[in-house]
């Protein structure tokens, strides 16, 4: 008979927050495979726990894969974790579930902590829908142009980020969205846990703290009215609209979306305003 395995959920901070079913399959099982066995090795040493643990992160997780499905047909059984919060999500882990499918062998969950969920939770903006986004790319140029694609999503957008990018994330948000609340979270249950919601300027101007990783809750656009008065005079205009094809890399088609978001008008308002300021010009 095959073995399972567990996707473990374990706690984003406080060792508190894991749950019994949990704590009862990291015992029983014959192999732990965790994103970082250091930080593992805490919360299993809390909880008096002796399994032996394997790493298995983003750097070795393919090279590792086929072993650990093969102790798992041999009738073993593993928990997968992650440093904190439910595997696989936005941390390694996929390929081993997936090619554990592929066998046809059990997986099954063990629910718990989440980082994105928890902020959600206490953003006070937790809607009928949400986006979960992930990670942002790394590089300036992609993070911009994924923003610019999700600037007309009027559902509750989710992103973690590192602490190093957290200004640029937040400059190039604002530039994107327009000065939206944000919700933002960092190092969640534990004891200097910080979860704050203001507009996107007013966190730049407060400062920011580079440490411990950040989960962003963004509200949606404000409700698109059909206003063109609402609109910044034609060369204001004008100049955004360059920034953002130019500087951003994006569409016309893109920019001009952005643009009506963020000053809650039709894209036809925007597009009239544009064409109006190149006649002014010519």
Known sequence: MPGTLYVVATPIGN??????????VLREVSLIAAEDTRRTARLLQHYSISTRTTSLHEHNERTKTSSLISRLAAGESIALVSDAGTPVISDPGAHLVAEAHRAGLP???????????????????????FVFAGFLPSRSNARKEALAKL???SRTLIFYEAPHRIRQTLEDMLQAFGDRDIALAR???KLHGK???RPISTHLRAGLEERGEYTLIVSGPPKSVDRENELPTEAQLRIEFGLLTNNNGVTRREAIRTLSQKYGVSTRAVFASLEQSKKSVE
């Open 15 to 24: 060792l508190e927050d894991v749950t019994l079913r949990a704590l009862r």
């Open 107 to 129: 997986v099954e969950p063990i629910p718990g902590p989440n980082a994105a969920i928890a902020a959600l939770s206490a953003s006070g903006m937790t809607d009928e829908s």
């Open 151 to 153: 600037a007309t999503e």
């Open 187 to 189: 190092e969640l249950t």
């Open 195 to 197: 979860l704050v919601v």
